[in-house]
């Protein structure tokens, strides 16, 4: 086990070739501002310790810095604007060895540094099945036909013209957490959960557009949902879904979706995996029977013990996790966190938090931040002093339905460890006594 | 209700059922949305509607035999399938788990017992999923260019690979819903379990209990002190202010790190270019990382071995001469064939003609990191 930091508090180090030159200047400076001065006490190194460059006090506050005594830079400066300089660690990233070919791969959201529920939309997680495209709005077409009175087209203008709804979904991979299934694979919340993100989509209600084309929404059972990229991935949508509280969604977090997130057009599918999210949305079919297609019966089934592949597997069941402190960090000091994570279920709202520090012996319930919606993360919080022992970290959500995020052990009762997809399980977080955070498996 | 809505309700109830039985003038009579959307023609409905159901609905009339799917498989599949469907070096494999015994009984033997990795034809169900697949999504750099009967001649090459045809088999619409009856896992799907409606019942029931819970605190599983770094530096992916700081990995002497450095893939987009410059970020904006490695076949051959290639061919030692950038430059832009094994790469009119200079100048160079 690694040593903990002798003066937690004070400024981490990392690697040279991550700093600018003025970065390690700034660096080598407050170091050396600092030498000899003793933190007095075993208290002041546990709380925070306030790095005082002089006897009179914290430099920070007594030397005005270049921000507060020289002009900053004009309006527009940055027609879109980025993220500060100092936040570009959290990135979207690959998981190394998952896939061999980037154009079908998975980019995973950096939960560990989110707050509240809404995902960046240049953080939203990515999924390509054979690569991503620009595609230029005023040539792409919606077509909806099948069992229908009349096939019909809409152009982008026609869907901006239509009734539109902005409403909060979150949207997880099927395969989310599916590396933990056996034993513990990966080291971080982006990479055991961060096939997860959730947004502000906006767009027009599926069952508007079914209405308008006359629908058969008795024989038509089913719908086809397919993609105008290069796969041009299916997936079967139930019409009781589609006309519940599907969209068809050009918005996201109040701008036009992003091109990895499906630009122009995608399918929102509240509660349901994200493959049936279709992107880059082309083609509607309603037909009497589901299409099985490539996405549903050689990809996105569930190895079950005996054998047998389970198809259509949608629904994202209740599940939580930690998201602060979270494997692959340290606790900088002893002392008052405001452990945090994010809950979800495809089936509702989410009811409950429940966070154990003793790895599920005792449990107290956590706060759940406003907004609780339904089919969206919802973010819990609970206060805990780390006194410096070895804890145990967990979370467990109960939605609406009564239904309470399971053990891995359970899941595996049922389902063994070959299934990839839909493990909701309970995540553990062991904190060392050197404040570092890994992730576990109990059972 | 305002009379405004009174009257639109009203005129939208006429409509409604005025429009019932209307054609392309009468709909938009029908709609609520006047104006909006048209009616789609029978040509672009069959321009789009390409899927094939489980039932066979929407398979087109054609054939095509092993022979000629030996062919475009060699030409166009094998650079990543392999050359018998095994290959697991850029996707899983298309053959291989099956038995004698799973083509009787349906049933995939091994997929109850082995941790084998899975290949497609042992999960393979439905013929018509397996038509449709190659139909819309293959090949991998070029789908949706195979005609009807070369998508016939690659699915019975597929079942020639897996043993489930003689050489001679010509699949055809008239045979394809008895060839299915000999796919080995077909009748190893279920839909029998919860997860497809939202009112479904969940496999577990956990309960919530609080104090004193039966619970088992031997830690089972972790991560490998020789794996902490496998993912990269965990301080380089945390926010540097708050409560916690990520995890300095990259000071571990047995850092997995070495194992992905040169394999572009694997890191993000953005660390990519920092560690290694522009050409490097410009073959990944440009698409080309999707096939190339850096310094290893991917579907193509690594930029490295192309350069290793012409460097040691007749050119005079000078590997960035202008001739040669030129050459690789129009191999990029009008597409090559022949060069590297039976596998083309199609025209890449996506990227300007000062890009692939640059890309090409990089190649020639040896592809170096900096």
């Given amino acids: 086990m690694r040593k903990p930091a002798e003066r937690p508090g004070r400024l981490q180090r990392a690697p040279e070739f991550h700093l600018t030159d003025d970065d390690i200047r700034t660096a080598r400076r407050r170091a050396f501002l600092t030498q000899g001065v003793a933190l007095a006490t075993l208290g002041a190194a546990t709380a925070i310790?306030?790095?005082?460059?002089?006897?009179s006090g914290d430099d920070a506050i007594l030397k005005l810095p270049a921000h507060s005594t020289t002009l900053g830079q004009p309006v527009a400066a940055r027609a879109y604007g980025s993220p500060s300089v100092h936040e570009q660690n959290l990135q979207r990233r690959e998981s190394p060895g998952l896939t061999r070919v980037s154009a079908a791969s998975v980019a995973f959201t950096p939960l560990q540094g989110?707050?509240?529920?809404?995902?960046?939309?240049?953080?939203?997680?990515?999924?390509?099945?054979?690569?991503?495209?620009?595609?230029?709005?005023?040539?792409?077409?919606?077509?909806?036909?099948?069992?229908?009175?009349?096939?019909?087209?809409?152009?982008?203008?026609d869907l901006l013209r239509l009734p539109s709804v902005s409403r909060i979904h979150f949207i997880e991979c099927g395969a989310n957490t599916g590396m933990e299934w056996n034993n513990v694979a990966v080291?971080?919340?982006?990479?055991?959960?961060?096939?997860?993100?959730?947004c502000e989509f906006t767009g027009v209600p599926l069952s508007a557009l079914l209405d308008d084309c006359g629908a058969d929404t008795k024989k038509g059972r089913f719908l086809l949902a397919e993609g105008a990229d290069g796969s041009s991935m299916t997936r079967t949508i139930a019409m009781e879904r589609a006309q519940d509280d599907v969209l068809v969604a050009y918005g996201m977090n109040g701008e036009m979706l992003r091109p990895e997130n499906g630009y122009p057009l995608r399918l929102v599918v509240p509660g349901v995996q994200g493959i049936s999210w279709v992107k880059w949305l082309r083609r509607i079919k309603v037909g009497d029977q589901p299409f099985n297609t490539k996405d549903e019966t050689l990809h996105y089934v569930d190895l079950m013990k005996n054998g047998l592949h389970r198809q259509y597997t949608s629904i994202q069941e209740c599940k939580s996790v930690i998201?602060?402190?979270?494997?692959?960090?340290?606790?900088?000091?002893?002392?008052?966190?405001?452990?945090s994570g994010i809950a979800w279920s495809g089936r509702g709202k989410v009811k409950r938090v429940d966070v154990s520090?003793?790895?599920?012996?005792?449990?107290?319930?956590?706060?759940?931040?406003?907004?609780?919606?339904?089919?969206?993360?919802?973010?819990?919080?609970?206060?805990?002093?780390?006194?410096?022992?070895?804890?145990?970290?967990?979370?467990?959500?109960?939605?609406?339905?009564?239904?309470?995020?399971?053990?891995?052990?359970?899941?595996?009762?049922?389902?063994?460890?070959?299934?990839?997809?839909?493990?909701?399980?309970i995540q553990t977080w062991r904190v060392s006594a050197s404040g570092e955070v890994d992730n576990v498996h109990l059972e | 209700m305002s009379t405004w809505n009174r009257r639109a309700l009203a005129a939208a109830l006429v409509a409604l059922a005025l429009g019932a039985a209307s054609s392309i003038a009468g709909a938009e009579g029908r709609s609520r949305f006047a104006g909006i959307g048209r009616a789609a023609t029978p040509a672009e409905i069959d321009a789009w509607n390409i899927d094939v159901r489980k039932d066979f609905t929407g398979l087109p009339n054609g054939s095509g035999s092993v022979a000629r799917g030996e062919e475009i498989w060699q030409a166009k599949c094998a650079s990543c399938h392999g050359t018998f469907g095994e290959s697991n070096e850029v996707f899983n494999p298309v053959i291989g788990g099956t038995t004698v015994d799973d083509v009787r009984t349906g049933i995939v033997k091994s997929l109850t017992t082995s941790e084998l990795q899975r290949t497609t034809m042992m999960k393979l169900s439905s013929l018509a999923t397996l038509w449709d697949y190659i139909r819309r999504a293959m090949p991998w750099n070029a789908p949706k260019s195979l005609s009807v009967d070369d998508v016939y001649a690659v699915s019975a090459y597929i079942l020639n690979l897996a043993d489930l045809v003689p050489a001679s088999f010509v699949l055809s619409d008239a045979n394809i819903r008895e060839t299915e009856k000999l796919l080995?896992?077909?009748?190893?799907?279920?839909?029998?379990?919860?997860?497809?409606?939202?009112?479904?019942?969940?496999?577990?029931?956990?309960?919530?209990?609080?104090?004193?819970?039966e619970t088992d605190l031997k830690i089972q599983s972790f991560i490998p002190e020789y794996a902490r770094n496998a993912h990269g530096n965990l301080a380089l992916q945390n926010r540097e202010i708050g409560g916690t700081r990520g995890v300095d990995t990259a000071d571990d002497a047995h850092s997995a790190a070495a194992a992905f450095a040169t394999v572009a893939i694997g890191e993000p987009a953005a660390a990519r270019a920092r560690a290694s410059g522009e050409p490097i970020a410009l073959a990944a904006t440009q698409g080309c990382l999707a096939c190339h490695g850096i310094d290893r076949k991917l579907v193509g051959p690594g930029f490295r071995e192309i350069a290793a290639r012409y460097r040691n061919g007749g050119n005079g030692g000078n590997a960035a001469s202008d001739a040669l950038v030129s050459q690789l430059a129009g191999k990029i832009r009008n597409g090559t064939s022949g060069s590297w094994g039976p596998g083309s790469m199609p025209a890449q009119a996506q990227v300007s003609a000062t890009n692939a200079e640059s890309l090409a100048r990089w190649i020639a160079a040896g592809a170096p990191s900096q």
Avoid at chain 1, 187 to 198: E, K, R
Avoid at chain 1, 323 to 339: C, D, E, H, K, Y
């Fill in chain 1, 114 to 157: 989110l707050f509240g529920i809404i995902t960046p939309s240049g953080l939203h997680f990515e999924r390509h099945h054979q690569g991503w495209h620009d595609i230029d709005p005023a040539g792409h077409r919606l077509m909806i036909h099948g069992l229908v009175k009349e096939a019909r087209v809409y152009t982008m203008d």
């Fill in chain 1, 323 to 339: 998201t602060s402190p979270s494997g692959g960090q340290r606790l900088i000091a002893r002392g008052f966190f405001n452990v």
């Fill in chain 2, 184 to 213: 080995p896992n077909r009748n190893g799907m279920t839909t029998a379990h919860g997860l497809w409606n939202v009112g479904g019942k969940p496999d577990v029931a956990n309960t919530a209990c609080m104090h004193n819970c």
């Fill in chain 1, 49 to 55: 310790a306030r790095a005082t460059d002089s006897p």
């Fill in chain 1, 187 to 198: 080291p971080t919340v982006q990479y055991t959960h961060g096939m997860l993100s959730c």
């Fill in chain 1, 357 to 425: 520090a003793d790895g599920g012996r005792n449990w107290r319930t956590a706060r759940l931040e406003t907004p609780v919606l339904p089919k969206a993360l919802t973010r819990f919080s609970i206060d805990w002093t780390w006194d410096g022992s070895p804890a145990l970290l967990q979370s467990r959500a109960i939605d609406e339905t009564g239904y309470v995020q399971p053990r891995i052990r359970q899941l595996r009762e049922v389902r063994g460890t070959r299934s990839i997809y839909h493990n909701n399980a």
